[in-house]
């Protein structure tokens, strides 16, 4: 079944983009121009992708630079007067 008639796309054509690699229609439309044109079928495309793209998942927070000994103050020590 065709997905994008404006460029006779079907959706055997979009799983097999999307079986080599492709996870977003920006994709898909770079490998056969679906949704460049009117781009009605946009939608539908993203439907058959039906996944997260792997480079979207998030990412695990960095971890945690080791904590490290306080800067020494470099002030001299107050004077103090001993009566
Ligand atoms: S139906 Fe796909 S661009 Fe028009």
């Keep these: 079944m065709y997905v994008c008639s404006c460029f ?3 959706e055997e054509q979009v799983r097999a983009h999307a079986a080599a ?3 977003t229609p920006r994709q898909i439309a770079a490998t056969s121009g679906a949704g460049t044109d009117c781009g009605s079928c946009v939608r539908r495309i993203q439907g058959l992708l039906g996944r997260p793209c792997p480079r979207r998942t998030p990412q695990t927070a960095p971890a945690a630079a080791p904590a490290t000994a306080p800067e020494p103050d ?3 020590a107050p004077l103090t007067a001993t009566l």
């Design 8 to 10: 006779g796309v079907t």
């Design 21 to 23: 690699g492709a996870c």
């Design 74 to 76: 470099p002030r001299p």
